[in-house]
């Protein structure tokens, strides 16, 4: 790739980025470059464009076009109980706390598909608290949104989901959940009655309420540091004192501006608590 082909593709990408917020207020202009880049050249390719500004000129003026593209630049990687440690140290050390709150609120961010609500609905039903929390599922992925509502995954998954919940400690079969048919595995409707399904984005929207606990996983990881920094000053202001934050693996608060706001609770599973001060 030449040198002045790249120049123009980061013209038009950030052209792009502006014309996506400017008609729709979809905002990935301080996502992270490289992997913004990657996603809009497999867009050009997959979706058969010549230039990436003949991406901006259809979605411009073509609104259905948009939820193909957001399924390019926003990554739908996720699995129940996705690192099983997590959901362990969520049960060993946050349920004991979380227990002696009368009622409870908890925030999945980025929720995708799913997964990892429904892992936490299961997770806050065998320990007894589900009845008395209300969960909010939130993502800017209608598409996603959408299939969380519906809690049906291809039967393939289920394997790697079964293994995780039994190395999260889980108290039961993850069977007694769903029931299969077509090659699909469809999670009981029972799951999402404490659900509140919404659209919501870390980047444009505001603080979301008192919750206990909120999990946010592998989302701010595709953010710049301006990006991270207000997702994590949105969780701050979200959280009760003493409420918890879960962030992924591969993810740390401490170069956050906000990172005093947070002490660590268990490292190795990058929960946090909200310091009290
Ligand atoms: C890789 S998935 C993570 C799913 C799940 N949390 C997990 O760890 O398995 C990233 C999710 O973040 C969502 N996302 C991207 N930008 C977002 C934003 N600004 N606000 C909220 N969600 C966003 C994507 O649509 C996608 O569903």
């Known amino acids: 790739m030449t040198d002045t082909f790249e120049k123009i593709e980061d013209i038009e990408i950030?052209?792009?980025?502006?014309?996506?917020?400017?008609?729709?207020?979809?905002?990935f202009r301080n996502y992270a470059m490289a992997s913004i880049k990657r996603?809009?050249?497999?867009?050009?390719?997959?979706?058969?464009?010549?230039?990436?500004?003949?991406?901006?000129?259809r979605v411009l003026h073509d609104p259905a076009m948009l939820p193909q593209l957001l399924g390019y630049?926003?990554?739908q990687v996720s699995e129940m109980f996705r690192d099983p440690n997590y959901f362990r140290?969520?049960?060993?050390?946050?349920?004991?706390h979380l227990r002696t709150y009368p009622s409870l609120k908890v925030w999945i961010a980025g929720c995708s598909a799913g997964e990892e609500l429904y892992s936490?609905?299961?997770?806050?039903?065998?320990?007894?608290?589900?009845?008395?929390?209300?969960?909010?599922?939130?993502?800017i992925n209608q598409d996603a949104l959408h299939a969380a509502e519906t809690g049906i995954y291809d039967l393939d998954r289920l394997k790697v989901f079964t293994e995780n919940h039994r190395k999260s400690n889980g108290k039961s079969s993850l069977s007694d959940y769903y029931s299969s048919g077509y090659a699909r595995a469809s999670?009981?409707?029972?799951?999402?009655?404490?659900?509140?399904f919404s659209d919501h984005s870390l980047v444009t929207d505001a603080?979301?309420?008192?919750?206990?606990?909120?999990?946010?996983?592998?989302v701010m990881i595709y953010f710049d540091r301006v990006l991270q920094d207000r997702s994590v000053g949105?969780?701050?202001?979200?959280?009760?004192?003493?409420?918890?934050?879960?962030?992924?693996s591969k993810e740390s608060l401490r170069f956050s501006e906000h990172a005093p706001a947070f002490d660590d609770f268990v490292r190795e599973e990058k929960i946090y608590q909200r310091a009290a001060r």
Do not use: W
């Open 14 to 27: 950030r052209l792009l980025l502006q014309a996506l917020y400017d008609r729709y207020h979809y905002d």
């Open 39 to 57: 996603r809009l050249r497999q867009a050009r390719e997959r979706m058969g464009f010549a230039t990436i500004s003949a991406i901006q000129e």
């Open 73 to 75: 630049l926003t990554v």
């Open 89 to 96: 140290a969520i049960r060993e050390h946050v349920v004991p």
């Open 120 to 139: 936490m609905v299961i997770l806050f039903r065998e320990e007894g608290l589900e009845e008395r929390t209300i969960f909010y599922a939130t993502d």
């Open 187 to 196: 999670f009981d409707k029972s799951l999402r009655q404490n659900v509140v």
């Open 207 to 218: 603080v979301f309420g008192e919750m206990h606990l909120i999990s946010c996983r592998n």
């Open 234 to 248: 949105l969780f701050k202001d979200s959280l009760v004192r003493k409420g918890f934050l879960g962030i992924g």
